[in-house]
């Protein structure tokens, strides 16, 4: 007796994979693309730092809780503000990349939606950054707060003027908000245990991390929250997919591959 090839009527169908080669092209050039756009807002110092202000007299026009609050519970000791620095510098990209392999791995479906979304964040972000350079919290002197990372280690950052790796000034959105939400988002969506809501937590973490540490305004983790919502609405997770219910029929119905609303088929 020949072992079944093909699912039974309404049972879930797994779609193929993408080719992984070109994932890892593909990943690596929009990193590589981001990066170097990231450079060219590199330099605005005056513009920086007037947005800076404008960014902090509008948190208290909104009443927003003062970001030093937070960072008074990082202050009481060394090693709690040391454990946030080294959250802040080694879990973001790693974080992020585990996700999108796990979803390659598991939920082939689920990984071309969330990195379509991250993408779309990402370059929307670059956008941002381009257009309101913005220097963070720890740079401004008006905030009254500690750089956290300079003082205790490990940083990220070399000095603004030396630094060629990275753009100092673009702190709005917080990326590291932002795609900690995606990956909370996109493992509940991905996954069916009653406990799926605890991956809420990373974000939750990320944020008081990043505030924290004085690496973000509050508002900057809101406007990445704004622009993954957008990206949500606009781009479809996918629906399961499953063997057409007609008696004796054999014929597949793929999940839907997620595409922007609107867009063309």
């Given amino acids: 007796m020949n072992a079944r090839t093909e ?3 309404g049972e879930p169908v797994t779609p193929a994979r993408p080719p992984v080669v070109r994932e890892l092209l593909l990943v690596a ?8 756009g990231r450079q060219l807002a590199a330099g605005h110092t005056g513009e920086a730092f007037r947005n800076a202000h404008d960014v902090w007299h509008l948190e208290r026009l909104l009443r927003l809780p003062e970001e ?15 454990i946030a620095n080294t959250y802040y510098a080694t879990v973001h990209f790693p974080a992020t990349l585990a996700f999108l ?6 939920r082939p479906a689920h990984y071309v939606w969330a990195r379509r979304v991250l993408a779309a964040v990402t370059a929307a972000a670059l956008v941002l950054h381009l257009a309101l350079p913005l220097a963070p919290p720890r740079m401004l002197a008006a905030t ?8 205790f ?3 990220v950052y070399g000095p603004p003027r030396t630094d060629h790796l990275s753009n100092q000034f673009a702190a709005m959105p917080s990326l590291h908000f932002g795609w900690a939400l995606m990956v909370a988002i996109g493992l509940i969506v ?3 245990s009653r406990w799926r809501g605890l991956w809420l937590l990373h974000p939750a973490l990320t944020l008081l991390v990043i505030v924290g540490t004085a690496n973000h305004y509050w508002l900057d983790a809101i406007a990445a929250a704004v622009l993954l919502g957008l990206a949500l609405a606009l781009i479809r997770p996918p629906r399961p997919a499953v ?5 004796g029929a054999r014929t597949v119905v793929p999940a839907e591959e997620p595409v922007l609303v609107g867009a063309a088929r």
């Fill in 29 to 36: 050039g929009l990193f590589v693309v981001y990066k170097l």
């Fill in 144 to 151: 009254g707060l500690t750089d956290t990372a300079r003082v």
């Fill in 243 to 247: 063997t057409s219910a007609v008696p």
């Fill in 7 to 9: 699912p039974a009527q």
């Fill in 68 to 82: 030093g609050s937070v960072q008074s519970l990082l202050l009481h000791g060394d090693t709690l503000v040391r």
């Fill in 190 to 192: 991905a996954t069916r």
């Fill in 101 to 106: 392999i796990w979803l390659y791995l598991r």
């Fill in 153 to 155: 280690g490990p940083s």
